[in-house]
Nanobody, 116 residues
Framework: QVQLVESGGGLVQPGGSLRLSCAAS????????MGWYRQAPGKERESVAS???????NYADSVRDRFTISRDNAKNTVYLQMDSLKPEDTAVYYC??????????WGQGTQVTVSS
């Protein structure tokens, strides 16, 4: 059984920062890509950022230069540092972990609200 525990969401004013964390535990092995998706009300889920086991990163155009993804392989944890937040960043954020032979597990989601 695989568990992904997300934390760090909340309410922040425009221009503020938040740091999301996602820790993987359980029967998880050979972790590869880790990433973050988000889904705003009435919109489709979209990829925000991803990071390979070697540290290569990829970002959506809408968050590049504002968000930073990182990981701690010893802790099986992925982070998303979000700076200069905008109201349009409001969404439920989900982490993903790819492992083993083509498996992907999703976190439960954490709400991020950017509002004054």
């Amino acid at each position: 059984q695989v568990q992904l525990v997300e934390s760090g969401g909340g309410l922040v004013q425009p221009g503020g920062s938040l740091r999301l964390s996602c820790a993987a535990s359980g029967r998880i092995f050979s972790i590869g890509m880790m990433g973050w998706y988000r889904q705003a009300p009435g919109k489709e889920r979209e990829s925000v950022a991803s990071i390979t086991s070697g540290g290569s990163t990829n970002y959506a155009d809408s968050v590049r230069d504002r968000f930073t993804i990182s990981r701690d392989n010893a802790k099986n944890t992925v982070y998303l540092q979000m700076d200069s937040l905008k109201p349009e960043d409001t969404a439920v954020y989900y982490c993903t972990v790819d492992y083993g032979l083509g498996f992907r597990h999703w976190g439960q989601g954490t709400q991020v609200t950017v509002s004054s």
